[in-house]
C-alpha cells in the first residue's frame, strides 16, 4: 500500500499544480447540498429557472435517493451564461463544490460516471463519498492507487477545485496516461484507503484551524494545542466540524488546557448529549 500511496502523490504532483484562474469555459460543476440551504435555492433560481433540466442530484437512484437534499447535485453550466462566476462571486471564501470538465456532451452520461465513485463500504455499512468537497479533495487524491487515479482522472477529465486563496487543477499527465487501463474496473475504496482519508482529512482540518487560531492559543506549540483539542473533542463524540471548531474556541477563550481533569470528566459523561457537552465547557460545570 504505502508503495502505491507514494507512486499515486508522485503522480499528482506531476499532473496537478497551482492555477491563476479558470479557464473561460468549464462546463459542469458538483454542488453540496449539504453546505447551506442556499446552494438548493441558487440552483432553483439561476439555472432550472433559466434553463430547466440543466441540473442531476446525484443520489437519485441510489440506496441514499430520500436524502438527495444534503447530497451532491451536478449542475450543466453550459446553458447558462454567467452562472459560473456568479457562483464563486456568491461563495467568495468557500466554494461548495468542485468543477469538472468531461468528455461526454450527455449530463446523464457524465452524473451516472459520477454515482461510480459516492458510496463506499465497511463490512455491512455503506456510507457517502464526500470527495466532491473541495477541503478534502486534495486528501482524496493522495490516497488513490494508480488504476484507481487514472480511472477518476481519465484523458479529457479535468478537476479545478479551491483551496484557500488559491485554484488548483488536476487532469490526465503523461505518467498515468502510460498506465495500462482495463477495458472493465469496477470502483472499490479498500478499509486501508478510507482509513488513510480519514487520517489525511483530519490533518488537513487541524492545518486549517492552526491557520486560523493557531496566534490565540495559550501553548508555544499552536499545532499541538488545536490536535489536542480536537482530540478530546472526538473522544466527546462531536462529529461535526462545527461543534469542534466550537470547542477550540470556547478553550481559548478560557485559556484552558486540553489536558485539564474537568474536561477528562466530560469525556466520561456518557449520559450528556454533545450540545449539553457543549453547554458545559461553556459554563465551566458539568
Not at 468528455?103 to 463519498?129: K, N
Not at 472526538?234 to 481559548?252: F, H, N, P, T, Y
Request: aromatic fraction near 12%; charged fraction near 25%.
Amino acid at each position: 500500500m504505502m508503495v502505491n500511496v507514494r507512486f499515486t502523490i508522485m503522480a499528482e504532483q506531476a499532473v496537478t499544480g497551482i492555477i491563476q484562474e479558470l479557464p473561460s469555459r468549464i462546463p459542469f460543476v458538483i454542488l453540496d447540498l449539504a453546505f447551506h440551504p442556499s446552494v438548493l435555492e441558487w440552483i432553483y433560481e439561476e439555472i432550472e429557472a433559466r434553463y430547466p433540466g440543466s441540473w442531476r442530484p446525484l443520489l437519485l437512484g441510489t440506496d441514499y435517493q430520500e436524502r438527495w437534499q444534503v447530497g451532491p447535485a451536478l449542475v450543466d453550466l453550459r446553458y447558462v451564461p454567467g452562472a459560473r462566476d456568479d457562483l464563486i462571486s456568491k461563495y467568495k471564501e468557500t466554494l461548495p463544490g468542485i468543477f469538472l470538465t468531461h468528455p461526454a456532451e450527455s449530463l446523464d452520461e457524465v452524473a451516472a460516471w459520477l454515482q461510480q465513485f459516492l458510496l463506499i463500504s465497511r463490512g455491512t455499512q455503506q456510507s457517502l463519498l464526500r470527495f466532491y468537497d473541495p477541503r478534502v479533495f486534495g486528501s482524496f487524491l493522495s490516497v488513490l492507487d494508480p488504476q484507481q487515479y487514472g480511472h477518476f482522472i481519465p484523458p479529457g477529465v479535468t478537476w479545478y477545485w479551491q483551496s484557500g486563496v488559491e485554484w488548483y487543477r488536476a487532469s490526465s499527465g503523461s505518467e498515468v496516461d502510460g498506465q495500462e487501463r482495463p477495458n472493465a474496473f469496477t470502483w472499490h475504496f479498500r478499509d486501508s484507503q478510507i482509513n488513510e482519508f480519514t487520517a489525511e482529512r483530519r490533518r488537513a482540518f487541524v492545518d486549517a484551524l492552526t491557520d486560523n487560531y493557531g496566534k490565540f492559543t495559550p501553548s508555544e506549540r499552536p499545532q499541538k494545542y488545536v490536535d489536542d483539542v480536537v482530540t478530546l473533542a472526538e473522544a466527546l463524540g462531536m462529529d461535526s466540524k462545527a461543534d469542534i471548531e466550537k470547542v477550540l474556541r470556547l478553550l481559548i477563550q478560557k485559556k484552558s488546557q486540553p489536558a485539564d481533569p474537568f474536561y477528562s470528566s466530560l469525556v466520561e459523561r456518557a449520559d450528556l448529549t454533545a450540545y449539553q457537552q457543549l453547554e458545559a465547557i461553556e459554563d465551566g460545570k458539568s
